[in-house]
């Protein structure tokens, strides 16, 4: 176990070197667990758990939000952030902080959670469907809760291009294709072609195990984020916008029903 700390958080993991276990990582339905406090840091207000379900932000997907408790007390769990390998979770209210050692179960925000899922999915399925039909990669894109855009390398855009788009993503929705998440060894992951979609390979050196999530029969990429189980969850995708961000960087806007 480690002492408690006032250090800021990117300093503090890389002194200590604590691990959590990411449980979202092979279950993004999981939501409710039980875990240790390895670590706190009383300036910021948060806590490092020997393992979690809350996913700490990162490829365009916002933090969870939630709650830690214990007997005594409930802690709204404000903002979530991963630092070396130890997930932060900053928490709320004015309460003295649970010690080190202490059990705590951890309840994620199910509606915000579940809404990124399929808003995730939902960008994977756009991906996929504009990577198969017209080769273009990715080159940004963010997300909110049934909401998100993401820019594509062409030189033009239009309305009818844009239809046809939100018409040929929606077909994959209705085909109610399966989505499989594997861990795979770093050299074998990077034998599959076109694994990286983005313009910029976001994977550093020093991981040696990548993520793969697979939209069966349409897509699959290395993705650290929740996804639904299947593409009928994502629900009817609307393409709201569209813009040019540069010469050969294009933008469209997409939204779900709550």
């Not at 009818?160 to 998440?181: L, P, S």
Request: proline share 4%.
């Amino acid at each position: 176990m480690g002492s408690i700390a006032g250090s800021p958080l990117q300093p503090l993991a890389s002194r200590i070197g604590f691990m959590t276990e990411l449980l979202y990582q092979t279950d993004s339905y999981l939501q409710s667990f039980d875990a240790t406090i390895t670590a706190i840091d009383t300036v910021q207000r948060a806590v490092t758990l020997d393992r979690s379900a809350f996913y700490p932000g990162g490829g365009g997907q916002p933090n969870d939000a939630g709650a830690l408790g214990d007997d005594a007390m409930a802690y709204p769990v404000t903002k979530v952030m991963k630092a070396g390998d130890a997930v932060w979770h900053i928490v709320g209210n004015d309460a003295p902080l649970p010690m080190i050692g202490a059990r705590v179960r951890g309840q994620i925000d199910w509606t915000r959670r579940y809404q990124l899922m399929r808003t995730h999915t939902m960008m994977h399925l756009l991906c996929g469907v504009i990577f198969r039909d017209f080769g273009a990669q990715v080159t940004g894109g963010n997300m909110d809760p049934l909401k998100g855009r993401m820019d594509f390398e062409f030189e033009t855009l239009h309305k009818d291009f844009v239809q046809d788009v939100e018409r040929a993503v929606n077909a994959e929705v209705a085909a109610a294709r399966a989505i499989r998440v594997t861990i795979l060894p770093r050299a074998e992951a990077f034998q599959i072609p076109d694994l990286i979609r983005t313009k910029i390979n976001l994977l550093p050196e020093g991981i040696t195990h990548v993520r793969v999530v697979e939209i069966v029969g349409l897509d699959m990429q290395a993705d650290g984020g929740t996804h639904v189980a299947n593409s009928s969850e994502v629900g009817t995708i609307r393409v709201t916008d569209y813009k040019s961000k540069g010469k050969i960087n294009k933008r469209m806007y997409v939204e779900l029903d709550s």
